[in-house]
């Protein structure tokens, strides 16, 4: 059975705004070491959404945005790559190496997980929130901002039942963010 890893960003303060993080290079190598890691990527519409506006059209023609250094173009070309499944229930269709999930969510995860291989990745606030509420994620890791912005989107307010977790590895950055991997405790 693959594991299903849910990696995020956050700052200090809980803030898991895509934009209030600190980007560098050993970052996105880290994050394209992530992806690489996995056999499909697992995305909710708004993920979906902004990583292909993002990421898709530089690796697709070529050209690079006038906002991308150089040193994120390996994980444009990661990302790009990979095998997405995008559950939505508004969305007619999806291209982009992607495909819908529709139905129960539990059952079609389920389903993902059993299929043999290095294991699945997932990102984002809502789509993750459900899944732990159905205990489906393996593993979590934080990716913590040495940043305090004062605002959210803020991760898993409103979760059923607390969740305990075991640290099992800690990784710290030149830039003084910190990342943390953790199992949940069964």
Not at 128 to 151: C, K, Q, S, T
Request: hydrophobic residues 40%.
């Amino acid at each position: 059975m693959r594991p299903l890893r849910y990696s995020i960003n956050v700052t200090l303060d809980g803030c898991v705004d895509h934009r209030e993080g600190i980007p560098d290079e050993e970052l996105h190598r880290r994050a394209a070491e992530n992806l690489e890691r996995a056999d499909a990527l697992l995305f909710g519409r708004v993920t979906y959404e902004m990583m292909e506006s993002a990421w898709r059209p530089s690796a697709q023609t070529g050209a690079v945005p006038d906002w991308m250094e150089d040193w994120m173009e390996p994980f444009a070309r990661t990302i790009d790559a990979a095998k997405k499944y995008v559950v939505s229930s508004t969305l007619e269709r999806v291209d982009w190496n992607a495909e819908l999930l529709r139905g129960d969510l539990g059952n079609a995860v389920q389903k993902l997980k059993q299929e043999p291989g290095k294991g699945l990745l997932t990102g984002g606030v809502k789509l993750p929130f459900a899944l732990a509420e159905l205990g489906l994620i393996d593993e979590y890791e934080f990716v913590v901002h040495p940043r305090i912005v004062g605002h959210g989107p803020t991760l898993f307010a409103g979760l059923s039942k607390r969740l305990d977790l075991k640290l099992v590895s800690r990784l710290e950055y030149g830039s003084g963010a910190v990342a943390m991997r953790y199992e949940p405790r069964r």
